[in-house]
């Protein structure tokens, strides 16, 4: 089914909840594995707009849809990240800009050439590349809704479990935009099937991996993904990958959990 652009731009919003109770976090606190999950996945949301700097000098925002969808969707993400921020603030912990700005320095985002390379690339492979960027958004997103509902169901807190679900759901739009984008191009390139292939299976890395410590990244993917639960969120994120166009057969979020020593008990 397509993708209705137009109404989704009107009726894009901030994740509320201003109705939830947070001062049960004072009585009721999350505990210190849950906490830090929550930092990591606040952080990778504040980068949405570097993500999008560097997608701006590509094909990709030539396109109206997309770049129509971009716009809001990084508002969104942006307002996802306010939402954990308050959480984490409820707890002590003030996730602010100049701290990430530190951090994005450490791990390379301020070499300038990212962007610059990003152009190259993007300018090489043309139209082709739009689809390899609509698959990777789209495992993105796929990831984003799993690690937001599996979060909700470990903890299972009153204020905390409502608020994750309403990101989740704002995150199930991004994936339907993302994958219908990206089926639609697939479907009709098999080059862009074969550089889509080529780039997810050689080089996907689970969300966050380019902005945090492999510790952390470790920590989250172990959280959320261990144990028979978990094993079966991430396969359902696969199994969703493996089903876009000349994609069958990934298994990349399964082998990245493997290649941390995951447990995967199963
Ligand atoms: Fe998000
Ligand atoms: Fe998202």
Redesign the pocket.
């Known amino acids: 089914m397509a993708f209705d652009i137009d109404n989704y731009a009107e009726t894009s919003e901030g994740v509320g909840w201003e109705d939830l109770d947070f001062e049960i976090f004072r009585t009721d606190p999350l505990p210190e594995n849950t906490l830090r999950s929550l930092r990591y996945m606040c952080d990778v949301e504040y980068h949405t707009v570097c993500y999008l700097r560097d997608l701006l000098v590509t094909p990709s925002h030539k396109e109206r849809d997309v770049s129509a969808f971009m716009t809001m969707?990084n508002r969104?993400?942006f307002w996802h990240g306010e939402a954990l921020a308050a959480v984490l603030q409820m707890h002590g912990i003030t996730v602010d800009f100049d701290e990430l700005k530190a951090s994005r320095l450490k791990l390379g985002w301020a070499d300038k050439l990212g962007p610059l390379k990003q152009s190259l690339l993007g300018n090489i492979v043309g139209d082709d590349f739009v689809a390899v960027h609509m698959s990777w958004g789209a495992a993105n997103?796929w990831s984003?809704v799993a690690a937001y509902r599996r979060l909700a169901a470990l903890e299972a807190h009153p204020a905390l479990s409502p608020l994750l679900k309403r990101i989740a759901q704002?995150?199930t739009r991004?994936v339907a935009f993302y994958a219908s984008q990206a089926r639609a191009r697939l479907e009709k390139s098999k080059m862009a099937q074969k550089l889509t292939r080529l780039a997810l299976s050689k080089a996907w890395e689970p969300v966050g991996s380019s902005i945090s410590e492999p510790a952390e990244v470790k920590h989250v993917m172990g959280h959320l993904f261990a144990g028979q639960d978990g094993v079966n969120e991430a396969r359902r994120i696969d199994s969703n990958i493996a089903k876009l166009p000349g994609m069958d057969g990934l298994t990349i979020v399964e082998s990245a959990l493997r290649k941390r020593g995951i447990d995967l008990a199963a």
């Open positions: 969707w969104e993400e997103e984003a704002q995150e991004h």
